[in-house]
DNA sequence: TAAATTCACGAAACCGTTTTCGCTGAAAAT
DNA sequence: ATTTTCAGCGAAAACGGTTTCGTGAATTTA
């Protein structure tokens, strides 16, 4: 829509469009004192060079995807954060595109990437997603893959990460230092690898502590808000009940809280509560909330920084670039202070 | 960097490339034959048309750019998730920028929007912004504006709030019936609209009630935690100090709990508490926070749906629409109950 | 049967940049 | 004085689509 365009601003200043460009562009070809004419007149005239055109071009859209399963989350709002902040410093535009855990949209939006709109991509992966050939394709098509939070192990391709197996394992072993013997573990997809991970450490913290994990308190959950009310309610009203809950999911944590008060369930006498989580509200929960939190800003911002390292240096190996940025556990009032 | 374009596509039909892209876009002038062998053979060759090539040539880039101050915010993320869904239906990709509440980044951001790199904007202004020029700068280069949640009432552009003014006299009421009669308002930046409205609609009902409106209890508070910590102690800390706060700020939610905390003040008894926010935790914090809510998804959908109207009809009035989404007060425990 | 119309496609201009290559005149080297 | 170098710029070919316009054959109409 600019009506200016490279050739206008050539003609005003009586220069070829190729000397406007160079000078534009700082280039060594073209003297000070024309440089010097060409931005004045060009910011005289507003002119604002069409990115299609150079893009098209130079095949460099300056342009990242950002795939997620969701925003509402406050890990991806926080992680979106860091990766927006390092791109706006890196002169780099941010396509933000949601999932909603489905690995068809998932497949989709990728298919798309394959023809240059972006030069890189930061996915998070949807919970649906075992197959990875529309990563693999993009891949050897050159647009280089970070994966962050969400990774698939198998896949080459750059992976910032936390530790999740830990995560998983401290998570357990506070709760049992807290008195818990039956813990429940909370978890929405059992095909994705930081669940599997983190229920992994929950396991082997319960087997080193010669505790039984019963089947009934590995609870899968769903993205229906309903349905996880009437499975997590059962969990919770049946004798027997678990004395410990680890919620590797952020949005499950409002209907357990729900359901203990409904229940007349007592946080942490009756049930101690460990929330995998963000929430920057978890200490004025009634109770306060024990929570893993990940580091969700720093993550972002340093699969960013692989991401642009990869795009930029050639020959740099990105794919090999693995990194784990530890969570946190911050202890609260739901599992005894 | 996809090795196979229109014109390797074309070659391998044995066509000529213009009937390949007519072919492609279902044109009449091409036969059902023929187009059934070019999706074939397209899909075969996994064929991605280059959106950069195409923009240029039909000066259209179904890209829109969504700006706002911040994201960890959960308004700007339920906004954005209603944006991205409205988007993704009308196969339009969303750009997203952060201004982080500066004037000059949002100046910065829309300046680079002449060019044609985005169809539409859907802006929510930063806490500095007073002049328009920027905005109407690209309204009058054809790229349609439509304000949302922070809007500009004199800038000639389509504008989706929501009732500030009556949610701030709304939220007064709630907080004198409750029987608060020294009412602290707190925020952030008085140059923003939706501050100046809802603190309009808070001094009017505080008037209407015959009540005073020390001016120690209208709070500007910063950016900086630090910074709102201190001013916030000083406040409820003063003799005479306030029965009721309205926060008109979602994220001095947490210092104020925490004061509370700190100064041993409990809420409702010593203090009722409410405050405009869209958290998904506030009837699970200690105490439950009464809170007037935003429509985030529902204005984000509504904003996109009129940016696309704005984008795709021509002659239609967009600047005219100007859609109030009324909030919602929830009357929970941080008042009373 | 001749003329008019329709159908299906190709040729080529065009979008606005970037970049290569070539040209010119002046300075430097021989 | 002649050749070489070089600074500074212009011409033109890309980039990969879209779109206008033209064309020949097939079909319809007069």
New binding site residues.
Partial sequence: M?EI???ALAKEL??????V??A??DSY???A??KRRVLEVAKKLH????PY??S????KSNTIAVVVPEVADSYFSQAIKGIEEIAQLKGYHVLVYLTYESYAREKQILDEFT?GRVDGLLISVSSETCSTGHIEALNSNKVPVVFFDRAIDETDAAKITTNDYDSGYEATRHLIERGCRKIAYLSISNLLVINTKRMMGFRNAMTDSKLHVDDNNIVNCSNDDNENNRILTEVLKQKNRADGIISSVEKLITPVYTICKQLKLQIPADLKVLCFSNLSTAHILNPSLTTITQPAFDMGKMAATVLFKAVEKRNYNWQDENLVIPSKLYIRDSTGG
Same sequence: chains 1, 2.
Avoid: H, M, V
Wanted: glycine share 4%; net charge positive.
């Fill in positions: 600019p365009n490279i050739r009586n220069l070829s469009i190729g000397t460009s160079k534009l562009k070809e073209i003297s004192e024309t002119y604002a060079p069409n055109a150079s098209l071009r130079r095949k023809n």
